[in-house]
């Protein structure tokens, strides 16, 4: 039987050696955790900005697409189709209408809206809807238009009207049409709406200066608009902010905005100007 020969020189790690072996791989955990969560920020920073970018382009084409058409009205009478008036609201200051604030009461026609005393803005549009400036539905052979919520449209008077009202409500953009009692919403993460009009002087089709909507009220300047600059501020859906952190509002000379203590949402502001297309120039 041979006997093994003991193992010389060899030895196991100390418990110096166990804790430094031990220190630097925490040291490298760490560091691993901290780009991890890095890269988990700037990837949810990203998407937040996305998200921000999809609702305020959505929000802004419903707008865009209303505000396009305001004042649409087929011409009538005279003789070899020239028009001496219109299907739709001969009164040139009922196209669009609005308040800085929400509107008192949105049962009300176009031409009575009165404001509130609280909210964000507000904005009322009509025009005379067809298969050509709206969404329809075919009922029973006929393509009929839809208002901003889908609802098919009821003929009155020879012609669809089609009235909406936007406003600010539960933090998203809400529209209230012909076809419901109540608004709804259009779209989410909407937190607030800035709007100025645009006004022509008399006689004119170019807006000469920007005006709040009292501005224009107490001028008696409906009639005059001629266009609508919308300023929308949008938030993320999800916290992805370490901290509430300051953003510039619709006021591009004003101070950034600081969210209430604890908000963590991203917010971006986003300012775009529609033009009245259908504006009836006689009457300006």
């Known amino acids: 039987m041979t006997t093994p ?11 110096v050696e166990l804790m430094v072996a ?18 988990s920020r700037t990837t949810g920073v990203g998407r937040a900005l996305s998200q921000i970018t999809e609702d305020a382009s959505a929000a802004m084409g419903v707008l865009r697409s209303q505000v396009n058409a305001a004042a649409y009205s087929a011409p009538i009478g005279g003789p070899a189709g020239v028009g001496t008036g219109f299907t739709y609201n001969a009164s040139t200051s009922d196209w669009v209408r609005g308040c800085d604030a929400d509107f008192a009461d949105m049962a009300q026609p176009i031409g009575t809206l009165s404001c509130g005393t609280s909210g ?25 238009p839809m208002d901003c919520l889908g609802n098919t449209l009821t003929l009155t008077g020879g012609y669809y009207l089609s009235y909406s009202r936007f406003y600010i409500h539960d933090h ?8 419901n009692p109540s608004g709804q ?5 909407v937190a607030d709406m800035q709007i100025t009009y645009g006004v022509a002087p008399a006689g004119g089709h170019v807006a000469a200066s920007y005006k709040t909507a009292s501005e224009v009220e107490a001028a008696g300047a409906w009639s005059r608009v001629v266009s609508v600059r919308v300023c929308l501020v949008v938030s993320s859906v999800d916290p992805v902010l370490d901290a509430a952190t300051p953003y510039q509002g619709c006021d591009p000379f004003a101070d950034p905005t600081t969210p209430a203590a604890g908000d963590r949402h991203m917010y971006r502001s986003f300012t775009s100007t529609f033009v009245i297309q ?3 120039g006689t009457a300006l």
């Open 120 to 144: 964000s803005h507000a904005l009322a549009v009509a025009y005379e809807a067809n298969e050509f400036n709206s969404i329809t539905k075919l009922v029973a052979g006929v393509k009929v």
């Open 172 to 179: 998203a953009l809400y529209c209230l049409g012909p076809g």
């Open 278 to 280: 259908n504006r009836r």
């Open 5 to 15: 020969f003991p193992c010389r020189g060899l030895r196991g790690f100390t418990l």
């Open 185 to 189: 919403a259009l779209v989410e993460n």
């Open 22 to 39: 031990m220190a630097i791989g925490l040291v490298v955990l760490a560091a691993m955790y901290s780009a991890y969560l890095a890269s």
